[in-house]
C-alpha cells in the first residue's frame, strides 16, 4: 500500500512527464490559436469572394445579350477623292499598312486622308489601296 502524504516528491520520471505534457499542452493551444486565426482568414475570405460573385453576376446581366464578343468594327471606304498633282485619286481599301508610317500601324483612308504628304508618297509608290478617278 502506498500513502502519499505531505512531503510526497514524485519520481523524477514523472516530473519529466508532467513537464513534457505542460509543453505538450502550449504548443496544442499555440497551434490551435493558428488554426483559429487561419480559420478566421479564410472565412472572411468566403464572404469577399461571395460578394464578387454577386457583383460579376449583377454585371453580366447587366450586358445585353445581343453584343457579341471580339466584334471587330470595319472601317468605312471613304467616298472622298483627293487630288495630287492635279489627278484625283480615292482609296479602294479602307485600312491598310504603310512601310515607315505610323511605326507600321495600320491607318485607316479617312485618317490618310487627313496627311497630305502620305496621300503623296501613295501617289508616288503607286500603291494598291488608290487608284486614279478618271
Known amino acids: 500500500m502506498c500513502i502519499y502524504g505531505f512531503g510526497y516528491t514524485a519520481p523524477?520520471?514523472?516530473?519529466?512527464?508532467?513537464?513534457?505534457?505542460?509543453?505538450?499542452q502550449e504548443q496544442l493551444?499555440?497551434?490551435?490559436?493558428?488554426?483559429?486565426?487561419?480559420n478566421d482568414k479564410v472565412s472572411a475570405l468566403e464572404a469577399e469572394n461571395a460578394e464578387l460573385k454577386a457583383a460579376n453576376q449583377a454585371l453580366?446581366?447587366?450586358?445585353?445579350?445581343?453584343?457579341?464578343?471580339?466584334?471587330?468594327i470595319k472601317p468605312i471606304l471613304p467616298?472622298?477623292?483627293?487630288?495630287?498633282?492635279?489627278?484625283?485619286?480615292?482609296?479602294?481599301?479602307?485600312y491598310f499598312k504603310v512601310c515607315n508610317y505610323n511605326d507600321n500601324q495600320p491607318v485607316t483612308a479617312e485618317e490618310a486622308l487627313a496627311?497630305?504628304?502620305?496621300?503623296?508618297?501613295l501617289v508616288q509608290e503607286g500603291s494598291g489601296v488608290i487608284e486614279e478617278v478618271a
Open 29 to 38: 493551444d499555440a497551434a490551435n490559436a493558428d488554426l483559429q486565426i487561419a
Open 60 to 72: 453580366a446581366a447587366a450586358v445585353p445579350k445581343s453584343v457579341e464578343k471580339d466584334v471587330k
Open 79 to 94: 467616298a472622298t477623292t483627293f487630288e495630287v498633282d492635279g489627278k484625283k485619286y480615292r482609296f479602294i481599301i479602307a
Open 12 to 24: 523524477s520520471f514523472q516530473i519529466k512527464k508532467m513537464a513534457n505534457a505542460k509543453e505538450l
Open 115 to 121: 496627311d497630305k504628304n502620305l496621300l503623296a508618297q
